[in-house]
């Protein structure tokens, strides 16, 4: 059976400490990329195979934007979203599928209760129910979809794995990571998620986020303008207070989470992280993340604090802070 890291391929990454107390402990893998692509440091088993999930957007959204999908600004930070469903993320992924003449009724994703829970309770409010729309995945469909209507292909099936679009986001994964896919699932919003070692998850999004928006290949160029967009438009990658969106404000990084605890996020120099903790808790990875790059001399120590500062990391007791979630001994 294909399978991600095992217990002996893992390192503590992250301790949940209450009262002085080690309560809880988050073990995984973590690599560290140089700004020219070599490995700076390895923590558990990089080799590991895992799948992405959120994390692949970045190589999801490129693949159709290099199909023809052409958008910018706001809307290309949504393309690689995981965002929290608020009013202003459904218009602008409504305003990408207005301009290829779709609809909601087109995404193949699930419908979805936004994440945001103020903008639940108002949707609650007015009698709404759940919506493709709002769920957090829909950004990366409509822009699926716009790269099937830019090559006449049929969007019905468009997350099939013989479509041609997620062909040629398979040959983008392989291509960005270096790797050949080791096995493909479904992810939660139904479109097909490929595993890769966690290293080659690394070396794709160091390949990203290092790209130029003035170099003579279309996929670099695509590359340099989506991290830009997502720089640009912080809030629309996941959402005001949330913790890509926290990160990227503070630090200047280009973040991206993923369910069952990845996290890849790339320093301004190039310098890149990849991490997977292996009981899918991703509630210190952003933590962990910075404090590898500063670890690797990309970040200040005191960025990381400011950061760790406005992440919800605080251990309660009675409504106190007794404790906090902070990086551990194999960090």
């Not at 679009?165 to 896919?181: A, D, F, N, P």
């Not at 998850?201 to 670099?220: D, K, N, V, W, Y």
């Not at 808790?281 to 404090?291: D, E, F, K, P």
Request: glycine fraction near 10%; include cysteine; proline fraction near 5%.
């Amino acid at each position: 059976m294909v399978q991600t890291l095992t217990v002996q391929d893992a390192v503590e990454l992250a301790v949940v400490e209450r009262n002085g107390f080690i309560e809880s402990r988050h073990i995984g893998a973590a690599v560290v990329l140089s700004p020219d692509g070599e490995v700076l440091a390895r923590h558990g088993n990089p080799d590991a195979l895992v799948l992405p999930r959120s994390s692949l957007k970045p190589l999801q959204a490129i693949a159709s934007l290099t199909a023809g999908a052409v958008l910018d600004g706001e809307q290309l930070g949504l393309s690689t979203a995981s965002h929290i469903g608020t009013d202003r993320h459904a218009s602008v992924v409504r305003e990408i599928l207005a301009e290829g003449g779709l609809t909601e009724d087109d995404l193949g994703c699930p419908a979805d209760w936004p994440g945001d829970s103020a903008t639940r309770d108002e949707l609650v409010r007015d009698h709404a129910g759940k919506a493709r729309i709002r769920m957090n995945c829909s950004g990366k469909h409509a822009t699926m979809l716009r790269a099937c209507l830019a090559n006449g292909w049929p969007t019905e099936n468009y997350l099939s794995l013989d479509h041609p679009l997620q062909q040629h986001i398979k040959e983008t994964v392989e291509r960005l990571s270096g790797e050949r896919v080791a096995a493909t699932a479904i992810d939660g919003c139904g479109a097909p998620v490929h595993a890769i070692s966690l290293l080659g998850l690394a070396r794709a999004l160091h390949r990203i986020g290092t790209a130029s928006e003035r170099s003579p290949f279309a996929m670099h160029r695509v590359a340099g303008a989506l991290v830009r967009a997502v720089r640009d438009n912080p809030w629309t990658i996941e959402g005001p207070g949330r913790p890509d969106t926290i990160a990227i404000e503070r630090l200047g990084v280009f973040a991206k989470h993923g369910a069952e605890g990845v996290m890849v996020m790339v320093a301004p120099d190039g310098t890149t992280v990849a991490l997977k903790m292996l009981d899918g808790s991703g509630r210190a990875a952003t933590i962990v993340a910075a404090t590898l790059l500063a670890r690797a001399g990309a970040l200040t120590d005191a960025q990381v604090a400011d950061l760790a500062a406005a992440l919800p990391l605080a251990v309660l007791g009675g409504g106190a802070d007794v404790g906090a979630i902070r990086p551990g001994s194999g960090v």
